[in-house]
């Protein structure tokens, strides 16, 4: 039976991505991706609710991100769910799900540059 582990987001960056280089010259960055929903409620009032993700760019996309990207950046993301573990420092294991970028696309408006 074949699966299928898609994510397709397009949302806020909540900080500048943290950025490292790797063993061999691997560039990895991570940040914050903020989702928001709106909706009306009961009572006809404009609610939203915000979701944060952690997303994970290898490569030449993190490079691009460090190059870029930006807190508060619009972009688009294609990518992959991932969950991991770790053992705390009480021995008691941890869950991280994060997603694992494959595709990006700035979204942000260009300023306009006045020509001389």
Do not use: C
Request: without cysteine; proline residues 1%; aromatic residues 8%.
């Amino acid at each position: 039976m074949r699966s299928l582990n898609k994510v397709t987001l397009i949302g806020n960056l909540g900080a500048d991505p943290d950025f490292q280089q790797l063993d061999g010259n691997v560039a990895v960055a991570k940040f914050s991706l903020a989702t928001t929903e709106t909706f009306k409620d009961r009572n006809g009032q404009t609610q939203s609710n915000t979701d944060w993700h952690t997303v994970v760019l290898w490569r030449n996309l993190a490079e691009l991100a460090h190059k870029y990207l930006q807190k508060g950046s619009l972009i688009y993301l294609e990518g992959k769910l991932k969950t991991r573990h770790y053992d705390d420092k009480d021995g008691n294991r941890r869950y991280v799900t994060e997603i694992i970028g494959e595709q990006l696309i700035m979204l942000d408006k260009k300023a306009n540059v006045d020509a001389e």
